[in-house]
């Protein structure tokens, strides 16, 4: 049966998911969207199913964790969870005991949003081998390469403020606009990094996909924000929409399991 604790290191709240007895001593990062509910999902269950050690952490500025949400807290996340990781050491929060975590991260997801961020932060992710991309949003500009969706990013960020004022703390809107909004966002040198697997997966009936622009820009969105030298592929769920419990077909799970 998978289990849950949480910790808190630094400001950084965390949940994580597992199962001893299937331990592979491996951590697998979800980075999830904007908005997203915090909590497991068909994914997570089935990383622990595999042995992952499925980390979620909640971005600075958002839920639990500490600060003001912005961009650059939300990459400030991951680098702060990968050198949690390596430490090896947490503290439950529920029974207040000490706990060991694997101290590699190999299995990387972005969900939504969470590819924006990941496209950010993937230089952090030194460890990480294989990348999932589910509903992947790596640019809400029109006039980005990397932009597939039919989202309006201030009009999606002004929703967000109104909506979501104390979960998501946002407050400076400049950095907002400039790398989220315009997306000013300059490629890093993702040569040498261990990525060997990358797997887009998007719904038919996503609302927010324009489907043909995806199919044409996704090996290019992968080869100059993740990885050069990995395998990518694309996979679409017909009757599958945003949520990522839509894409998690017998199919879907099938082919995310050989890549694990």
Avoid at 202 to 215: N, V
Wanted: net charge neutral.
């Amino acid at each position: 049966m998978m289990k849950r604790y949480r910790f808190i290191e630094n400001g950084l709240c965390c949940d994580v998911y597992y199962n001893k007895e299937y331990s592979n001593n491996q951590c697998a990062l979800f980075l999830y969207g904007l908005p997203a509910t915090i909590g497991s999902n068909d994914l997570t269950e089935l990383l622990v199913e595999k042995g992952y050690t499925v980390l979620h952490p909640h971005y600075f500025g958002t839920y639990d964790s500490l600060g003001d949400f912005t961009p650059s807290s939300a990459y400030k996340t991951v680098a702060k969870i990968n050198e949690i990781v390596k430490n090896g050491t947490v503290r439950n929060l529920k029974n207040n005991t000490i706990v060991l975590l694997p101290n590699t991260i190999t299995v990387c997801i972005g969900y939504s949003f969470g590819a924006f961020v990941l496209k950010h932060s993937i230089k952090y992710l030194e460890t990480a081998k294989t990348i999932l991309l589910t509903s992947p949003v790596m640019s809400n500009n029109k006039l980005n390469s990397l932009c597939w969706v039919n989202e309006h990013g201030e009009k999606h960020l002004n929703y967000v403020i109104r909506t979501r004022p104390f979960t998501y703390r946002i407050k400076n809107t400049t950095e907002w606009y400039d790398a989220y909004v315009n997306d000013n966002f300059e490629h890093g040198d993702i040569s040498n990094n261990s990525v060997n697997n990358i797997l887009w997966i998007y719904g038919k009936h996503d609302p927010a996909m324009i489907e043909k622009l995806l199919i044409e820009k996704y090996k290019m969105a992968s080869e100059s924000t993740l990885s050069k030298n990995a395998t990518c592929d694309i996979m679409c769920v017909e009757n599958g929409n945003h949520s990522i419990n839509s894409l998690m077909t017998d199919i879907t799970k099938e082919k995310i399991s050989k890549l694990l």
